[in-house]
T-cell receptor, first 117, second 112 residues
């Protein structure tokens, strides 16, 4: 399957700071990237969907001004958590999908564990 | 509203047994079906995809799809303790959108 990388894998920051998470599809061009959040022992929650070169589509209840998503190229999407607070502490996972290169599935990155103090 | 239902479990099976995981979905227009495995603290990993009715086998895993009954299942033969994880079912409708709908997952415990 396709390889999706995510950086950083773990970040600890102070309340009020902003954190940027990068998601890269390494061996295929991802027409669509997804950002999920998962709290301990809970299911995946889709935050937003982004297509290259266009604005992200956010799920209901997700603040677009707080979670900034940029999908600048077919291989890179970033999620910036602005003015992070302790309640934003979670496991953030990106995934990439697309038909380019023949992939019809969705592949997940390894995730970023964010802890806000 | 598109729904994907899974029994949260845990499903407990002895080592060497067959584990059977089930998933039902509400959208009859669904075309693509996926099973992911998620270990605790890790991100989901794609293990099977199936697109047409019937069985699809890959090693110890068999995915079964029945569109008329709107269910998809995953069988794990010769279960191993390393198979202990949460298994997520994902369903995607046809068309340009790649937004899949995920079930909440079934926790599988394989005990020695």
């Amino acid at each position: 399957g396709a390889v999706v990388s995510q950086h950083p894998s773990r970040v600890i920051c102070k309340s009020g700071t902003s954190v940027k998470i990068e998601c890269r599809s390494l061996d295929f061009q991802a027409t669509t990237m997804f950002w999920y959040r998962q709290f301990p022992k809970q299911s995946l929650m889709l935050m937003a969907t982004s297509n290259e070169g266009s604005k992200a589509t956010y799920e209901q209840g997700v603040e677009k001004d707080k979670f900034l998503i940029n999908h600048a190229s077919l291989t890179l999407s970033t999620l910036t958590v602005t003015s992070a607070h302790p309640e934003d502490s979670s496991f953030y996972i990106c995934s990439a999908g697309g038909t380019s290169g023949g992939y019809n599935e969705q592949f997940f990155g390894p995730g970023t564990r964010l802890t806000v103090l | 509203q598109k729904e994907v239902e899974q029994n949260s479990g845990p499903l407990s099976v002895p080592e060497g047994a067959i584990a059977s995981l089930n998933c039902t979905y509400s959208d009859r227009g669904s075309q693509s079906f996926f099973w992911y495995r998620q270990y605790s603290g890790k991100s989901p990993e794609l293990i099977m995809s199936i697109y047409s009715n019937g069985d699809k086998e890959d090693g110890r895993f068999t995915a079964q799809l029945n569109k008329a009954s709107q269910y998809v299942s995953l069988l794990i033969r010769d279960s191993q303790p390393s198979d202990s994880a949460t298994y997520l079912c994902a369903v995607r409708t046809s068309g340009g959108s790649y937004i899949p709908t995920f079930g909440r997952g079934t926790s599988l415990i394989v005990h020695p």
